[in-house]
């Protein structure tokens, strides 16, 4: 069995090469669901119906998407 040392579980060394590694698709990636919860919380704090709730979650989900697949697409020279 392999024994591991858990004192520098929470480096900030460790914490900074993490958000180091993080590029712009994973961001676009991460800003789809928060779309949907902007939205859904919007729609219940203004009392929106569900479907206009929905599309505007759409609407900025589809930007990130549409951003990151057709207007600046991924050249595949990352991490060469």
């Known amino acids: ?44 704090v203004l009392g929106l119906p569900l479907e206009a709730t929905l599309l505007g979650g759409v609407a900025i989900a589809s930007l990130a998407l549409f951003n990151g697949l057709f207007f600046r697409p991924p050249n595949g020279l990352q991490g060469a």
């Open 1 to 44: 069995m392999v024994r591991r040392e858990i004192t520098g579980i929470g480096s900030v060394a460790r914490l900074a090469e993490y958000v180091s590694a993080i590029d712009r698709y994973d961001l676009l990636l991460g800003l789809i669901p928060i779309a949907f919860a902007v939205a859904g919380l919007a729609g219940h």
